[in-house]
């Protein structure tokens, strides 16, 4: 079994040094889901929700996000990303929206909590917009899907 790099010998949370580490190219993907009635998904598609265009408002939001993941996961390193992406595909047979988010920075540490968290806020964002309508909405399955570079490698997530 790995050791967690984020307790130091003496049990306490810490902040890894990455400072002997080499600058790398770094990329990761993160996917979840905000699962809803079927009215509220036709809703947002015929935009007529309330608070706004909830797509556009969800990817920008998980933007924003992805790149205050250093001040908000107290243990993370901030980076200076290269890149974020968030894609938000309706899934209407599924009831649901998907959320894909995707970092990437050439740095000494990975870029797989800035994804996660560009997922996570797109779709807390979805969820705020739309409570009005529909509170029974469900944030589902945020995951790592894949992640490059750094010292550990690749990683693929297996469905």
Known sequence: MKKLTHIDSEGKARMVDVSGKAATEREAIARGFVLMRQETLQLILDKSIPKGDVIATARIAGIMGAK??????PLCHPLNLSTVAVEITIEEEEKRIRIEGRAKTVGQTGVEM???TAVSVAALTIYDMCKAVDKEMMVSDIVLVEKRGGKSGEFRRKE
């Open 68 to 73: 205050k993941t250093g001040e908000l996961i």
């Open 114 to 116: 800035e994804a996660l």
